[in-house]
């Protein structure tokens, strides 16, 4: 991302060993041409740091923000809480659940405070960075045109790719 250009996507993680996942849902958004910064923010170690930021990056034109977390995963649902603009949730593989833990931490939100919450793990981090695109498609032709170009070329490769090997 340029210095000149403002991060449209905020890319929030509990910890940075949620990086070694993460880094999928960066590379995706780079790959698309969308701005955007990552951050590890804790909500439970550091939450006046993760008021802070949401709250600045918001007044200065961050319009999605993805947040991956592990185990009790409050930081999607305290991030919606503090901001009006999308929040998207990654639920990453804790200790002893799969993610599962974090899954239901993620989509067990109440009425009123919304959270889009992905699958657990990588094909979330990407289909995050997928679905953040598609929202800002809404707004900006070149992430639409970016996003239709990318779902175009995933249907050729499967098509091209369908055969199996004879036995």
Sequence with gaps: MSEETKPLVGVIMGSHSDWSVMENCAKQL??????????????????????????????????????????????????????SVPVLAVPMKAWSTEGLDSLLSMVQMPGGVPVGTLAVGKPGAKNAALLATAILGNKYPEFKKAYENFRTQQTADGEANQDLPAV
Excluded: Q
Excluded at 46 to 64: D, F, I, K, Q, Y
């Design 30 to 83: 780079k790959d698309l041409g969308v701005p955007y910064e990552a951050k590890v923010i804790s909500a439970h170690r550091t939450p006046e740091l993760l008021h802070r930021w949401v709250n600045a990056s918001t007044e200065n034109g961050m319009e999605v923000i993805i947040a991956a977390a592990g185990g009790a995963a409050h930081l999607a649902g305290v991030t919606a809480a503090i901001t």
